[in-house]
């Protein structure tokens, strides 16, 4: 089973052309930490949900990369979160394998 980080050049890059969600498949699923996120690409737009563990509230990342803001739980984020919004991120990549996740691509997106 590959790794999701093995199936994508970078997990610093922003394709600004993709519009997508990335999640798992199934709500028993769970990173090697106990965490579970998904991550909804529109654009430059990033959205994390993130829960650390099951039980525990989601906490919502939205980054907008052509304006550069971050809001965390609709609220104005600061550098450290957006170095914890890209850490959950990377931990996600490098963790989760790729038959555990599903990516739903809108109808009509331009990747469909």
Not at 49 to 77: P, R, W
Request: net charge negative; glycine share 8%; with cysteine.
């Amino acid at each position: 089973m590959p790794k999701l980080v093995s199936a994508i050049d970078s997990t610093m890059h922003f394709d600004k052309a993709f519009i997508g969600t990335i999640a798992f498949k199934s709500e028993d699923i769970e990173l090697p930490n106990g965490s579970t996120m998904a991550l909804g690409i529109d654009c430059g737009r990033w959205v994390l949900i993130y829960q650390k563990e099951k039980g525990d509230q989601f906490v919502v990342f939205e980054y907008d990369s052509g304006n550069n803001t971050l809001l965390v739980d609709k609220k104005a984020g600061g550098k450290n979160d957006f170095l914890r919004m890209k850490e959950h991120i990377n931990y996600f990549f490098t963790h989760a394998y790729t038959d555990d996740l599903v990516t739903i691509i809108p109808s009509g997106g331009e990747n469909a």
